[in-house]
T-cell receptor
Framework: KQEVTQIPAALSVPEGENLVLNCSFT??????LQWFRQDPGKGLTSLLLIQSSQREQTSGRLNASLDKSSGRSTLYIAASQPGDSATYLC????????????FGKGTKLTVNP | SQTIHQWPATLVQPVGSPLSLECTVE??????LYWYRQAAGRGLQLLFY??????ISSEVPQNLSASRPQDRQFILSSKKLLLSDSGFYLC?????????????FGPGTRLTVL
């Protein structure tokens, strides 16, 4: 059974700092991995999707890496801003390329001005 | 691009009352549709998913049910709500069929059962 863990559960940093969020999963036979952002009381917004054949994906100040063999992914946020404050969730297919996703509980990020 | 509507946005219901939450999508045809629940401290839990009209897969045994009467409509129902049904319900779509791809989420419905 696929399980996803995100560490830390919460993180508070000053504005401008570079930071890393971690995601680990138990079954490394995944087709891809996704990172989402959730603002309080809102739905999820897709940030990045990394295919299993890729090592990383970049979008603006965000960079996500994937190490399938070790069952880990990181989301790197450069030059953090108060607007980055949100909960970040990672998700992987429940099995191989399954269309059903398993989510981590997320990391709640607070960027202080 | 796709748009996902959910209503109502918030709902307060007494224990034992029925429930109907609706999700409709625009901008795509034949999507995979999903119902998730997000409860405090428990993360995002997949409840149901559908790959087409009338095709529903249940992931968690419970007093909830789902239906897909039209291609772009997904309904979550209950005949009798429990306190444990409280949570934030999210509808999502994926451009199916095939392997897992980006999922797009609606704005959610906050359900409080008293």
């Amino acid at each position: 059974k696929q399980e996803v863990t995100q560490i830390p559960a919460a993180l508070s940093v000053p504005e401008g700092e570079n930071l890393v969020l971690n995601c680990s999963f138990t079954d490394s036979a995944i087709y891809n991995l996704q990172w989402f952002r959730q603002d309080p009381g809102k739905g999820l917004t897709s940030l990045l999707l990394i295919q299993s054949s890729q090592r990383e994906q970049t979008s603006g100040r965000l960079n996500a890496s994937l190490d399938k063999s070790s069952g880990r992914s990181t989301l790197y946020i450069a030059a953090s801003q108060p607007g980055d404050s949100a909960t970040y969730l990672c998700a992987v297919p429940s099995q191989g390329g399954s269309e059903k996703l398993v989510f981590g509980k997320g990391t709640k990020l607070t960027v202080n001005p | 691009s796709q748009t996902i509507h959910q209503w109502p946005a918030t709902l307060v219901q007494p224990v034992g009352s029925p429930l109907s939450l609706e999700c409709t999508v625009e901008g795509t045809s034949n999507p995979n549709l999903y119902w998730y629940r997000q409860a405090a401290g428990r993360g995002l839990q997949l409840l149901f998913y559908s790959v087409g009209i009338g095709q529903i897969s249940s992931e968690v045994p419970q007093n909830l049910s789902a239906s897909r009467p039209q291609d772009r409509q997904f309904i979550l129902s209950s005949k009798k709500l429990l306190l444990s049904d409280s949570g934030f319900y999210l509808c999502a779509l994926e451009y199916g069929p095939g392997v897992a791809d980006t999922q797009y989420f609606g704005p959610g419905t906050r359900l409080t059962v008293l």
